[in-house]
């Protein structure tokens, strides 16, 4: 197969794609690079060949990456993830809508074109979270107090955009961020960006039953096939507060060859969203000890609309060497 890689200069040298990238062409694929926030685009030509197989998006929210893939995807090429389903999670103002509309624990959200209409937001609501609605990897996120805090970081927010208020779920300090990679969830623990703690090591953890079950609805809502869920676990149970299309995938196991086999099957399939699924029957898993470090649990089976992959003894195609 024939793939084109869209990687913004911000993950130019990071192991994610990297590492798929040179997984894919291990295994005899042609991979094209093209980085969108460091070349001159011609845009009336440059998705008009259709000489790859499929398009596959790793950049930055709010880079021009995601503008060249839609461009791809309304010429009918394949696209990983949709075209329509990132653009639905990067904009965290379109994606609380969508999400709260579909029944998805998600806080209440509040939006604004102008940081000082935050001052509308009434005080019982606070302490809030905010942030920019393009924000990504805990970029310019906010614990605000009280009215008079927000007062003090208006200047801060000024040039950040349209932004997005949600009350804060009190929680123990770290999240729960879930991979869905290849019809299978990974869990790991990790500290909040508003507890930062040096301590605190990112580590996979069990999957609960609650937590599996919404992270499978955040796909079939989205419609999305590779994604990871950041997850607090509030008083009231279990709330989604971030969606991300092609996250980094830290603590999958094998995971270059696991997303390297997922785009393959995506791209065979001619991509598309995936479809509504029911939710996984997964057991109870115990906690894990405070100490441990490392957790070796089992993944959890996603029933996604994908086909078996090929292993890659299996994979034929014409050698192809990474630009």
């Known amino acids: 197969m024939r793939l084109c890689f869209l990687v913004e200069e911000h993950y130019r040298h990071d192991g994610m794609p990297n590492e798929v990238i040179?997984?894919?062409?291990?295994?005899g694929h042609r991979v094209d690079v093209l980085r969108p926030g460091g070349s001159l685009l011609r845009m009336t030509e440059v998705v008009a060949e259709g000489a790859h197989d499929a398009w596959v998006l790793k950049t930055v929210s709010g880079g021009p990456g995601l503008t060249l893939l839609e461009a791809a995807a309304?010429?009918?090429?394949?696209?990983?993830?949709?075209?329509r389903s990132i653009r639905g999670v990067r904009d965290k103002a379109l994606a609380a809508a969508i999400g709260r509309g579909r029944g998805l624990p998600l806080?209440?959200?509040?939006?604004?074109?102008?940081?000082?209409?935050?001052?509308?937001?009434?005080?019982?609501?606070?302490?809030?979270?905010?942030?920019?609605a393009d924000g990504s990897s805990g970029r310019a996120v906010h614990l605000v107090?009280?009215?008079?805090?927000?007062?003090?970081?208006?200047?801060?927010?000024a040039g950040e955009g349209m932004l997005i208020a949600q009350p804060y779920v009190?929680?123990?300090?770290?999240d729960i961020k879930v991979y869905a990679v290849g019809g299978e969830l990974f869990a790991t623990e990790r500290c909040s960006p508003l507890h930062p703690d040096p301590s605190v090591r990112e580590r996979r953890v069990p999957l609960s039953s609650e937590v599996a079950?919404?992270?499978a609805q955040v796909g079939a809502v989205y419609g999305l096939d590779l994604y990871g869920v950041d997850v607090l676990l509030g008083p009231d149970g279990p709330v989604v507060v971030d969606v991300n299309d092609f996250p980094s995938f830290r603590q999958v196991p094998d995971a270059?060859?696991?997303v390297a086999r997922a785009v393959l099957g995506l791209a065979r399939a001619g991509g598309g969203p995936a479809t509504a699924a029911p939710v996984p029957a997964v057991a109870p898993v115990?906690?894990?000890?405070?100490?441990?470090?490392?957790?070796?649990a089992a993944p959890v089976s996603l029933p996604l609309s994908i086909p078996a992959q090929s292993s890659p003894a299996q994979i034929s195609a014409a050698a192809g060497d990474t630009v």
């Open 22 to 27: 040179g997984q894919l062409t291990a295994w």
């Open 256 to 258: 270059a060859a696991r």
């Open 286 to 296: 115990a906690q894990a000890p405070a100490a441990a470090t490392t957790m070796a």
């Open 74 to 83: 309304a010429t009918g090429l394949t696209t990983v993830n949709d075209a």
């Open 213 to 215: 079950a919404i992270a």
């Open 107 to 132: 806080p209440p959200t509040y939006a604004v074109a102008r940081p000082e209409l935050l001052r509308e937001i009434p005080a019982a609501e606070y302490p809030l979270v905010v942030k920019p």
């Open 145 to 157: 107090s009280s009215p008079g805090r927000l007062e003090t970081l208006l200047p801060v927010l």
């Open 170 to 174: 009190p929680n123990s300090g770290t």
